[in-house]
């Protein structure tokens, strides 16, 4: 079993910052991707950022060039570091991450517990 504790979240001023953490515990051997998604009231949750195991990475349209997505694989952490946020940054932001926790193969999806984040003046 695996599991994925998000930290980070919290109350900014627009075009303040903030830096997210998810790490990832349990049976891993490895993990192949880890994603950050977020969720807005009444709408959909969305990708906001991924990391693959090779170092790729892809941004929302909406995020490229304010924020960066990182991992210490070292740690089994990805990381969200946000800049410039804006009002409609606002939103749950929950980390998830496919994991492979056995020498056969078996892989693990599932989600952090999610953590807010909030940008008004």
């Known amino acids: 079993q695996v599991q994925l504790v998000e930290s980070g979240g919290g109350s900014v001023q627009p075009g303040g910052s903030l830096r997210l953490s998810c790490a990832a515990s349990g049976s891993i051997v490895s993990i192949n991707e880890m994603d950050w998604y977020r969720q807005a009231p009444g709408k959909a949750r969305e990708l906001v950022a991924g990391s693959t195991d090779g170092g790729s990475t892809n941004y929302a349209e909406y995020v490229k060039g304010r924020f960066t997505i990182s991992r210490d694989k070292a740690k089994n952490t990805v990381y969200l570091e946000m800049n410039d946020l804006k009002p409609e940054d606002t939103a749950v932001y929950s980390c998830?991450?496919?994991?492979?926790?056995?020498?056969?193969?078996?892989?693990?999806?599932?989600w952090g517990q999610g953590t807010q984040v909030t940008v008004s003046s």
């Open positions: 998830n991450a496919l994991v492979t926790i056995d020498h056969v193969g078996s892989t693990w999806y599932g």
